[in-house]
């Protein structure tokens, strides 16, 4: 049976030879396709590791950590529900990390219910691309009606979104840093802390001369990135500064994105302030899973402005 080991020597002894003949070093080149080989190596190695989680036919609950049959519906030691098996699978590729009970999974469903209402109100088209006017309608962020009483388009204008494309990354981003932040701090200030950065976003854009409708929800998204930007700062333990690095780099990432595709960067850097500012001045007693009374008076208001929000999408005022 041939050996792998024994043909990469050959054909590396082979290529070193015939560089020597050419002049060059058969030392270097020899080290060089080691060094390449290695790393090939490696790479093999780490995919097909992924691969193998990616098929990994039992299940982990994402609540309790306990491992489960491949048929469970319902976790054998905590009682809650397991996610549909896709999900699942996408969470291994990194693609989303959805957890059914969280706020970040409600308030995904919140903005989906929204981008469907817009869509059926416009028709053909809606469900791929929605129209300016449309959006308008339903409460994006316009400084003309701001200015004259429009207020709650501070925070209409959140669940909002362009097109299929739009409302797909900032799903995707939500449920990427969302638990993480309702596990830091409690789901009710997660929920409390997106809709006020949302709503910082929103009037640092008017303040910055906002062109056009302002909709979407990475202005709220940023403010979650800024939120774990500050609290990695003010930790300052070695995980504490890795996701502070994160985050920052991610922040860095979307301003250029939104450079490039004139997208509403004035929100962008707003939401993102607004969010470090309260990750650096949380107290300590914050950061728990908990439902203390904070955290339950956090969630309510909260909740109130998420669903208000959401009505008022579903129901625009002055639509009759």
């Not at 691309?129 to 400084?143: E, K, R, S």
Request: hydrophobic share 45%; aromatic share 8%.
């Amino acid at each position: 049976m041939t050996n792998p080991d024994e043909n990469a020597k050959d054909w590396i002894e082979t290529i070193a030879r015939f560089a020597g003949a050419l002049g060059l070093s058969p030392v270097k080149v020899r080290w060089k396709l080691m060094g390449l080989k290695e790393r090939w190596s490696s790479r093999v190695g780490q995919g097909r590791a992924t691969a193998q989680h990616i098929g990994y036919q039992h299940r982990i609950c994402p609540h309790c950590q306990t491992l489960q049959d491949r048929s469970s519906k319902v976790c054998v030691n905590c009682g809650r529900a397991m996610a549909p098996r896709f999900l699942e699978i996408l969470g291994r590729l990194g693609i989303v990390g959805f957890h059914p009970a969280s706020v970040s999974s409600l308030l995904s469903l919140g903005i989906i219910v929204c981008y469907l209402r817009v869509a059926i109100a416009q028709g053909g088209q809606g469900l791929l691309n929605q129209d300016a006017d449309t959006l308008v309608h339903f409460g994006g962020n316009l400084p003309d009606a701001f200015m004259e009483g429009e207020w709650w388009r501070l925070s209409t204008y959140i669940f909002l979104h362009a097109n299929l494309i739009h409302i797909l990354f900032n799903l995707i981003a939500l449920q990427q840093i969302g638990p993480q932040i309702e596990h830091v701090f409690g789901r009710g200030r997660m929920l409390f802390f997106f809709m006020l950065t949302g709503i910082v976003a929103g009037l640092g854009s008017e303040l910055m001369g906002l062109r056009g409708v302002g909709i979407g929800a990475s202005g709220a998204l940023m403010g979650l990135i800024g939120l774990a930007a500050g609290w990695g700062q003010r930790d300052g333990t070695a995980i504490g500064k890795a996701v502070r690095n994160q985050m920052i780099m991610w922040g860095i990432f979307t301003m250029a994105y939104g450079f490039m595709k004139g997208a509403d960067n004035a929100a962008h850097g707003s939401g993102f302030l607004c969010g470090a500012l309260l990750g650096l001045l949380c107290k300590a007693q914050w950061e728990r899973k908990g439902n203390g009374t904070s955290d339950i008076l956090f969630g309510m208001v909260g909740a109130l402005a998420a669903l208000g929000t959401v009505s008022l999408v579903l129901f625009p005022p002055g639509s009759g």
